[in-house]
């Protein structure tokens, strides 16, 4: 692997200002090695783009972050991951606490069969965010507005969630996401299930969310990772190949595989 | 020659016709026609089948009208002219003599029948030979048929086929034809009876005794309401009470709970549970579960407790019940797509409450889908509240008073010996309808419900 950026990938580092500092993680679906000691970190008010061919455990890494692994009973998770310098993987963590600080979009559009406004409620509620209806309207609000969907659904947040445009469900997941007020957010290729229109406007909102948290994007899409990230890595058969400034990376990468990759001659 | 032997016959013949068949075909093969159109097996199975079938059919129709023709052609002998008139006993006369004369019976009872029994023994005989010219003509006309169709170029295969595809739409038919049957014949008696009963006082009396001498215009005693009753209040009040939260408890756990392992043991002795005869979850009812209900409510101040109550009926069919919407409850919350959950847990969601917010929301209309069909299994059980619920008909709330079923009654009316003309039979007939109408009407809704939640998710 080769590290662009100066600094070392020791623990004891960790502490630095990153917000997520992965290091040597492995993960196993039984015996089947996904990912093979990954080292990275992940800052506030940066985009992260993922990129890599299919299969080579994007999607698994990322969900070492919130801990979705948990729900896969199959996987294991080996290595030390830090929010804020505090291991999540420690027993003493809460993972619910934890996926509430680190909210995640998936790829295909996944509103609960339920209002629009109780899709966004969701979080706050059960969170117990809001400590009346005001409040609770307020948030809804001010979620889907961040999500650029409130001019749209404000005259109908009663119908429900799963009547709307592709498009719309997702900026719906997202406003969701956002509506416990995460610090990172974690996005498994937002766009792929989404026609151009729909793309440029969750980029759009990607860009606006920026300034206020960490978010992580998968995509297959190079144009979108040089468009939204500002580091970027790249994965293949389970390990982090390169990592570095994703101007870096798109206009002078250091390993022949990363070239091939985005210059498409393999993936 | 009976019946058997005759089939017998019928497929030896049939045998002989599949090599005749056969043999032909392969006669074809030669340096000129290296090829004919189908395999010689199908040549022998196409003679075969034009050789057996006709006369399996006209067996099956003489079998069903012969027995009348020979008693016909017995009673225009004078000798015959003497026997008795009633009915009853002419009956019991002709068919004992019958049975004699097959020899499947040795001794007379019935004063007269010895007279008879050479008159029959004739007569049989004499039907007999006629149904095995006919049965070999048949199989000759039809063996002839087919020999005289097959040809090189004859497309055997595919008439084969046919004749397979007619057997099994006959096959399919049969369950088809027989429901209609019975529907027809419920709607027959019920007529009957409601043209002997007034349907008013069937369907919204209170009164439940019924009489034998029906006076039009006055209370009958057949006022099926308490029945109604007591069969919502057992089947879809008190077992439902039971079935529904361990029902939903257990597909819960199941489904999210649970390892596969434990998974894959659970499901078999759920549906082991499903497959437990009625009459054992009955006595398990009468003998167990009825006395400690008593028990109980004496305990609890119910003195009156009767030992046959609906209580220990209810309970009983619940836990019957629980497979079923234990299993209808697992499927919808399984059908309930993962992203589902994913996104709810990824919200910072608990388990719990991943269950209680979104997948049981989610799941509900195949859940009360399952539910509706769990009812109306439970209405129409029988052998449960015959054993444990009791036979009066009571229109109480009281759970620890005997409450009778429309089924439980069904069965009192027919048992013993009862005219088939009378009302008593007849309201049974049309107590059988109105639960066939409901249990019907609970499972089109039921399926529309639960086929609606699938299209849902596809
Ligand atoms: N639940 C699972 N059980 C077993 N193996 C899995 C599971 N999920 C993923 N894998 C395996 O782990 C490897 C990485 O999968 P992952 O989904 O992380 O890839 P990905 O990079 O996200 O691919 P894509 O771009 O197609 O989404 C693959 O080989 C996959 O087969
Ligand atoms: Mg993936």
Same mark, same amino acid.
């Given at each position: 692997?080769?590290?662009?950026?100066?600094?070392?990938?020791?623990?004891?580092?960790?502490?630095?200002?990153?917000?997520?500092? =992965? #290091?040597?993680?492995?993960?196993?679906?039984?015996?089947? @090695?996904? %990912?093979? *000691?990954?080292?990275? !970190? /992940?800052?506030?008010?940066?985009?992260?783009?993922?990129?890599?061919?299919?299969?080579?455990?994007?999607?698994?890494?990322?969900?070492?972050?919130?801990?979705?692994?948990?729900?896969?009973?199959? =996987? #294991?998770?080996?290595?030390?991951?830090?929010?804020?310098? @505090?291991? %999540?993987? *420690?027993?003493?963590? !809460? /993972?619910?606490?934890?996926?509430?600080?680190?909210?995640?979009?998936?790829?295909?559009?996944?509103?609960?069969?339920?209002?629009?406004?109780?899709?966004?409620?969701?979080?706050?509620?059960?969170?117990?965010?809001?400590?009346?209806?005001?409040?609770?309207?307020?948030?809804?609000?001010?979620?889907?507005?961040?999500?650029?969907?409130?001019?749209?659904?404000?005259?109908?947040?009663?119908?429900?969630?799963?009547?709307?445009?592709?498009?719309?469900?997702?900026?719906?997941?997202?406003?969701?996401?956002?509506?416990?007020?995460?610090?990172?957010?974690?996005?498994?290729?937002?766009?792929?299930?989404?026609?151009?229109?729909?793309?440029?406007?969750?980029?759009?909102?990607?860009?606006?969310?920026?300034?206020?948290?960490?978010?992580?994007?998968?995509?297959?899409?190079?144009?979108?990772?040089?468009?939204?990230?500002?580091?970027?890595?790249?994965?293949?058969?389970?390990?982090?190949?390169?990592?570095?400034?994703?101007?870096?990376?798109?206009?002078?990468?250091?390993?022949?595989r990363t070239q091939d990759y985005i210059t498409g001659r393999y993936g | 020659m009976t019946t058997n032997e005759l089939l017998f016959l019928v497929f030896a013949f049939g045998l002989?016709?599949?090599?005749?068949?056969?043999?032909?075909?392969?006669?074809?093969?030669?340096?000129?026609?290296?090829?004919?159109?189908?395999?010689?097996?199908?040549?022998?199975?196409?003679?075969?089948?034009?050789?057996?079938?006709?006369?399996?059919?006209?067996?099956?129709?003489?079998?069903?009208?012969?027995?009348?023709?020979?008693?016909?052609?017995?009673?225009?002998?004078?000798?015959?002219?003497?026997?008795?008139?009633?009915?009853?006993?002419?009956?019991?006369?002709?068919?004992?003599?019958?049975?004699?004369?097959?020899?499947?019976?040795?001794?007379?009872?019935?004063?007269?029948?010895?007279?008879?029994?050479?008159?029959?023994?004739?007569?049989?005989?004499?039907?007999?030979?006629?149904?095995?010219?006919?049965?070999?003509?048949?199989?000759?006309?039809?063996?002839?048929?087919?020999?005289?169709?097959?040809?090189?170029?004859?497309?055997?295969?595919?008439?084969?086929?046919?004749?397979?595809?007619?057997?099994?739409?006959?096959?399919?038919?049969?369950?088809?034809?027989?429901?209609?049957?019975?529907?027809?014949?419920?709607?027959?008696?019920?007529?009957?009876?409601?043209?002997?009963?007034?349907?008013?006082?069937?369907?919204?009396?209170?009164?439940?005794?019924?009489?034998?001498?029906?006076?039009?215009?006055?209370?009958?005693?057949?006022?099926?309401?308490?029945?109604?009753?007591?069969?919502?209040?057992?089947?879809?009040?008190?077992?439902?009470?039971?079935?529904?939260?361990?029902?939903?408890?257990?597909?819960?756990?199941?489904?999210?709970?649970?390892?596969?392992?434990?998974?894959?043991?659970?499901?078999?002795?759920?549906?082991?549970?499903?497959?437990?005869?009625?009459?054992?979850?009955?006595?398990?009812?009468?003998?167990?579960?009825?006395?400690?209900?008593?028990?109980?409510?004496?305990?609890?101040?119910?003195?009156?407790?009767?030992?046959?109550?609906?209580?220990?009926?209810?309970?009983?069919?619940?836990?019957?019940?629980?497979?079923?919407?234990?299993?209808?409850?697992?499927?919808?919350?399984?059908?309930?797509?993962?992203?589902?959950?994913?996104?709810?847990?990824?919200?910072?969601?608990?388990?719990?409450?991943?269950?209680?917010?979104?997948?049981?929301?989610?799941?509900?209309?195949?859940?009360?889908?399952?539910?509706?069909?769990?009812?109306?299994?439970?209405?129409?059980?029988?052998?449960?509240?015959?054993?444990?619920?009791?036979?009066?008909?009571?229109?109480?709330?009281?759970?620890?008073?005997?409450?009778?079923?429309?089924?439980?009654?069904?069965?009192?009316?027919?048992?013993?010996?009862q005219d088939f003309g009378s009302p008593h039979t007849l309201a049974a007939f049309a107590l059988g309808l109105v639960l066939f109408i409901v249990t019907l009407l609970l499972n089109?809704?039921?399926?529309?419900?639960?086929?609606?939640?699938?299209?849902?998710?596809?």
């Amino acid at each position: 692997m080769v590290e662009q950026k100066s600094g070392s990938n020791t623990i004891e580092n960790s502490d630095s200002t990153h917000k997520i500092t =992965a #290091r040597n993680v492995n993960v196993f679906y039984d015996a089947k @090695q996904a %990912i093979n *000691d990954v080292s990275i !970190d /992940v800052d506030m008010e940066n985009v992260t783009a993922f990129i890599g061919p299919s299969g080579c455990g994007k999607s698994t890494f990322l969900r070492t972050i919130n801990r979705m692994n948990d729900t896969i009973p199959s =996987a #294991r998770v080996e290595g030390d991951i830090r929010l804020d310098g @505090q291991n %999540i993987y *420690d027993p003493a963590m !809460d /993972v619910v606490q934890l996926r509430a600080r680190v909210g995640m979009v998936f790829q295909k559009p996944n509103p609960f069969p339920k209002s629009i406004y109780d899709n966004v409620a969701y979080g706050p509620k059960i969170h117990g965010l809001a400590a009346n209806k005001g409040e609770l309207d307020i948030i809804v609000e001010r979620s889907l507005q961040r999500a650029g969907l409130w001019g749209e659904v404000k005259d109908r947040l009663s119908d429900s969630g799963t009547a709307l445009s592709g498009g719309q469900q997702q900026r719906l997941c997202i406003a969701r996401a956002i509506a416990v007020d995460p610090e990172v957010i974690l996005m498994d290729e937002p766009c792929s299930a989404l026609d151009p229109i729909a793309t440029a406007k969750i980029e759009e909102l990607i860009h606006e969310l920026r300034g206020k948290y960490a978010i992580i994007i998968v995509t297959h899409n190079m144009q979108q990772a040089a468009r939204v990230s500002q580091r970027t890595a790249f994965f293949h058969l389970g390990t982090l190949v390169e990592f570095g400034e994703t101007s870096n990376i798109f206009t002078n990468p250091q390993e022949t595989r990363t070239q091939d990759y985005i210059t498409g001659r393999y993936g | 020659m009976t019946t058997n032997e005759l089939l017998f016959l019928v497929f030896a013949f049939g045998l002989i016709a599949w090599f005749v068949g056969r043999a032909r075909a392969a006669s074809f093969i030669n340096a000129d026609t290296p090829i004919i159109n189908s395999l010689p097996n199908y040549h022998g199975w196409f003679s075969c089948l034009w050789a057996i079938i006709p006369p399996i059919i006209f067996l099956i129709i003489w079998s069903n009208i012969s027995p009348a023709l020979v008693t016909d052609m017995v009673l225009a002998n004078p000798e015959a002219a003497s026997i008795t008139a009633d009915t009853f006993s002419r009956s019991a006369i002709l068919s004992e003599a019958r049975a004699v004369a097959n020899g499947s019976n040795q001794a007379l009872f019935q004063e007269g029948s010895e007279k008879l029994v050479p008159l029959y023994a004739e007569a049989q005989s004499y039907y007999n030979s006629i149904a095995l010219v006919a049965t070999i003509l048949l199989i000759f006309a039809g063996g002839a048929f087919a020999y005289t169709r097959l040809k090189p170029n004859f497309r055997a295969r595919s008439k084969v086929e046919k004749i397979v595809m007619l057997g099994l739409l006959l096959a399919s038919l049969i369950a088809v034809l027989t429901t209609v049957g019975i529907v027809a014949s419920l709607i027959f008696e019920a007529y009957r009876f409601v043209t002997l009963v007034s349907p008013i006082e069937f369907l919204f009396g209170t009164n439940w005794n019924p009489r034998d001498d029906i006076v039009a215009g006055e209370d009958n005693g057949y006022g099926a309401i308490p029945l109604f009753w007591g069969t919502i209040f057992i089947g879809a009040i008190i077992a439902m009470i039971v079935a529904i939260p361990f029902g939903l408890m257990s597909a819960i756990f199941l489904t999210q709970y649970s390892s596969p392992r434990f998974r894959s043991i659970m499901k078999p002795v759920l549906e082991i549970l499903a497959g437990v005869p009625t009459v054992v979850y009955g006595y398990f009812a009468a003998l167990t579960v009825a006395p400690a209900v008593r028990d109980f409510a004496v305990m609890v101040g119910f003195s009156n407790a009767a030992s046959d109550n609906a209580m220990a009926a209810g309970i009983v069919m619940g836990i019957m019940i629980i497979p079923l919407v234990a299993s209808m409850a697992d499927d919808s919350i399984a059908a309930v797509p993962g992203a589902m959950r994913d996104g709810s847990l990824a919200m910072g969601a608990t388990k719990s409450e991943t269950i209680k917010k979104i997948l049981l929301p989610a799941a509900l209309p195949g859940v009360v889908g399952g539910i509706l069909l769990a009812v109306s299994r439970a209405i129409g059980e029988t052998m449960i509240v015959v054993m444990a619920a009791g036979y009066a008909a009571n229109l109480t709330a009281n759970p620890f008073a005997s409450i009778t079923t429309v089924t439980v009654q069904i069965v009192a009316l027919l048992t013993g010996d009862q005219d088939f003309g009378s009302p008593h039979t007849l309201a049974a007939f049309a107590l059988g309808l109105v639960l066939f109408i409901v249990t019907l009407l609970l499972n089109l809704v039921a399926l529309r419900v639960v086929k609606k939640y699938r299209e849902a998710y596809e």
